[in-house]
């Protein structure tokens, strides 16, 4: 390249700055190398060459402090200039991979591949957005390699999705999220990437402190994200800050939480198209809708048993209200929330997570909904409050059970008896059997008490398929189906008992492995031996 072809910028102190933006990418100074980049782009002005490698360049340094609107905007300006340049290509298709548009990010790497070096880089990198365009528009997660590997290597990309749901307004308080069709056990609802997650390790004993550290961290990353990309701004706003009238809150269109990947435009172009961010308003709404990875209603996957304190956002699923009869969970890997039905949904019916435990007597469950700041009046709560019938009944076994009676046989017994000689319906059995489900787990897990009490209650698979149509699968009844399928005594025949387990494992952890990598999953995340004879 002749000096003299750029302005103001001789053969020279080109290579000088591009020296000092070498050592700059090594330290990973991006701000540093940002402003290298662009005095290189300022002074390239007429050498095409140049002036596209270096925007190129630039766009890299903005994504990765994650500015990826300005990133785009250094992209098409390179390609603007030459539309084949295949650094540009490679620096846009990676932004649009990051902003979920895999159709279009393998657009670029395709129209980057005939560059020749690196090719099976770029042919891998056009092969996972395939996989995951088409994992966007299915929902469609298949865990199993991973499984299989014990968790181990790094954890799989996944895409978000957002399946048959809407939001509308509920009878639970403001906005909830509904099925628009019916869903069986393990399906899929929407799987969710998070605006930020705060993660600790935190010991057993640990005290507020090193918590509110985590919760720290993960606000500023909230914020910073919120910063730098309108989008985000935007869809937090849409969430409650828990001071509003509940009537009064606005009902989202479901297209802001779709990433259509034909069109680009909604906040991704606009860098620092809207004012100031409302910091307080911020703070209130994360107060609400923040979830923790080790919810009752979650599962985490991969993260090797470390206790672990995950505290992030994901939007559309802080949009589900709780119900003590619920019928979805979430299973996180990496930043994604997966939310899957947890028992069959029907068309327009609420879709709900627990808050909280409820595996848990009526009382209890009042309290710790009252420590959220509602009052629970799902269907569970008022049949378990009103019941006229067994109200007394009620009342005396969750007196006996919250001060430790002498006998949960004895309660467990009782209860069972009660409930057929008043003849209620299996439904109404199966939330009472959920309420005292911490009696019904001490009778099974006592040799004892078994051999005293155990021909007079339904057998421990027969209650865990019971609790599960209340409450939906979860690890705790997953459990306990899998030693009640080894006893003689269970729910059907061998093939019969065997698709209730898979059914319950669907129901617990979604769709997310083929059926021969279920036992694996069972293991690592139950680590008894209950597992190994299934
Ligand atoms: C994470 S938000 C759920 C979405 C919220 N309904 C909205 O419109 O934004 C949590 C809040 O929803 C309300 N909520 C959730 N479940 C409820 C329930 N079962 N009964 C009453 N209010 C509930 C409570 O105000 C709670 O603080």
Redesign the pocket.
């Known amino acids: 390249m002749a000096a003299g072809a750029r302005d103001g910028l001789d053969d020279e102190s080109l290579q000088e700055l591009r020296s000092q933006a070498t050592r700059l990418l090594h330290k990973e100074d991006w701000a540093g190398y940002i402003g290298v980049c662009t005095r290189i782009v300022d002074a390239a002005a007429t050498d095409r060459r140049i002036l596209c490698s270096a925007l190129a360049h630039r766009a890299d340094g903005r994504a990765r402090l994650g500015d990826l609107s300005g990133a785009l905007a250094d992209c098409d300006a390179a390609l603007a200039a030459d539309p084949a340049h295949p650094a540009a290509l490679l620096a846009k298709g990676a932004v649009l991979r990051g902003l979920g548009r895999y159709a279009l990010a393998a657009d670029c790497f395709r129209a980057a591949l005939p560059a020749g070096s690196g090719a099976d880089d770029v042919r891998e990198l056009l092969e996972q957005c395939r996989r995951l365009d088409a994992q966007a528009r299915s929902g469609a997660v298949d865990l199993s390699d991973w499984v299989l590997a014990g968790f181990s290597g790094k954890c799989p990309d996944l895409a978000e999705h957002v399946g048959p749901v809407e939001v509308r307004r509920?009878a639970?308080?403001?906005?909830?999220v509904f099925a628009v069709k019916g869903v069986e056990a393990g399906g899929t609802l929407m799987i969710s990437k998070a605006v930020a997650i705060g993660r600790g390790v935190i010991p057993d004993a640990a005290d507020g402190g090193e918590k509110m550290v985590v919760w720290k961290d993960f606000v500023d990353k909230v914020l910073d994200a919120a910063e730098k990309c309108p989008r985000t701004a935007s869809l937090i706003y849409t969430?409650?800050t828990?001071e509003e009238q509940?009537d009064e809150?606005d009902v989202p269109d479901m297209a802001l939480f779709k990433q259509e990947p034909e069109e680009l435009g909604d906040g991704v172009s606009e860098a620092g198209g809207q004012g100031a961010l409302d910091v307080d308003r911020i703070m209130k709404v994360l107060d609400?809708?923040s979830l923790t990875e080790d919810a009752p209603s979650a599962n985490l996957l991969g993260n090797s048993g470390i206790i672990n304190c995950g505290v992030g956002l994901w939007i559309l699923p802080?949009?589900?209200?709780?119900?003590c009869h619920p019928n979805t969970r979430r299973t996180h890997v990496g930043d994604h929330a997966i939310v899957h039905a947890s028992r069959d949904i029907k068309a327009g019916e609420e879709v709900?997570f627990p808050?909280f435990d409820v595996l848990m007597p009526v009382g209890k469950r009042r309290e710790a909904?009252r420590a959220?700041?509602?009052?629970?009046?799902?269907d569970r709560c008022r049949f378990e409050d009103e019941d006229t019938v067994l109200r007394q009944e009620i009342a005396r076994s969750e007196n006996e059970l919250v001060n430790g009676g002498e006998d949960m046989g004895a309660l467990v017994v009782r209860l069972e008896d009660k409930m057929r000689k008043s003849v209620v319906k299996e439904r109404r059995k199966a939330f009472l059997r959920a309420s005292f489900w911490s009696a019904y787990s001490a009778l099974f897990d006592n040799g004892r008490l078994l051999r005293k009490w155990g021909r007079r209650v339904p057998s421990e698979a027969v209650i865990a398929v019971s609790v599960a149509s209340a409450v939906g699968g979860c690890e705790s009844v997953l459990k306990a189906m899998l030693r009640g399928a080894n006893d003689g005594n269970s729910c059907g025949n061998r093939l019969e008992v065997e698709d209730k387990v898979v059914r319950i494992g669907r129901a617990t952890y979604g769709k997310v492995v083929k059926r021969q990598a279920m036992r694996a999953l069972f293991r690592l995340r139950l680590e008894g031996d209950n597992s190994k004879s299934f």
């Not at 639970?172 to 909830?176: A, D, E, L, T």
């Open positions: 509920s639970h308080g403001g906005r909830g969430l409650s828990g509940e809150l609400v809708n802080a949009l589900i209200n709780h119900s709900t808050y909904a959220w700041g509602f009052e629970c009046r799902c």
